[in-house]
């Protein structure tokens, strides 16, 4: 089974942007763009496939913050050992994010070139911090 990534971002460019990326690395992606359906999409999202490898949670949202997103993540007993990245134009961030418990960070735009590895290291629970 290819692992699986959640995704969540209120830009819907960028949500296409790294979804195409995934899927070039052979990642299927589930997203989600208002962090307010977080419990209701997971819901569905694990009806659908046995497990989440990855999710990338933007720190920007309306009406919301990432930060936020990442803790209800790490409440919840199917992301355990899940790891959760920061995913941000807001790479000021970064010490925060590492701070708050995020596992990695990457600053938007991603590269490209680098991504792969990026991820690969990521996938393997190696942490990752590119502002």
Known sequence: MAAHALVIDD???NLEVLCMMLAHEGLSSTTLTRPQQLGETL???F???ARVDVAF???EFPNGDGFKVMRELKADPRFVSVPIVAYTVHTSEIDMARQSGFDSFLGKPLDSRHFPEQLRLILAHQPVWVG
């Open 11 to 13: 830009n819907l460019l």
């Open 47 to 49: 009806e659908q496939v």
């Open 57 to 59: 949670v933007d720190l």
């Open 43 to 45: 819901a569905q999202l």
